[in-house]
């Protein structure tokens, strides 16, 4: 139950980063969270979401990603792709998540870090990093290979954005297509 609290703890603290300077409306366009406890934001045309695993050494992996392309078509030459991708990057890497077939798959950049404390900056240029090459590369990657960006992706399967209000944390409400819509407009 430590641990829970701990990333608890931790969880608000990144919240409250991301929360600087944006006003209560800003915050509910922009910040929410999964059933699981992660944290979802709204990064331009993408969602970056921010997971949090403690380790049995007491410190905590951060773990930021974005799921780039969904139901793409998988083959040798996407794979290739991301495969040098992946090895020209700096920080982070190019994942594939397949589904039951094997044949379509939806591509994910993240990168991950352990922490003992937060700090602030590391933190920013993080999520902005997984951002901006979540921005670029699902565009690139469409262009190339396909599937759907995640705004096609939630209008062709229906799916509502829960969030849930981030200080405080006292409810939770829905976002529905249209508000999704007009983040993305």
Known sequence: MGKDKGLDSLRNQLIGILSEG?????????LFLHEDGEIGTFFDKNIVNINLVASEDGTTIINIYSNLIFNI???SKMLAYLLQLNSQ????????????????????FSYAYMINTVDKEIFIKSFFTVGQIA?????????????????????SEGI??????????????????????????
Do not use: R
């Open 22 to 30: 944006k006003s209560k409306k800003e915050l509910e366009k922009f």
């Open 73 to 75: 078509p998988v083959d």
């Open 89 to 108: 990057s700096l920080t982070g890497a190019f994942n594939i998540l397949f589904n039951d077939e094997g044949n379509e798959g939806i591509v994910s």
């Open 135 to 155: 921005n670029y590369y699902a565009k690139e990657i469409k262009s190339k290979f396909g599937g759907l960006t995640i705004k096609e992706y939630i209008e």
């Open 160 to 185: 509502e954005v829960s969030s849930k209000k981030s200080k405080g944390g006292k409810h939770s409400e829905k976002q529905g297509e249209s508000e999704i819509k007009e983040v993305w407009e």
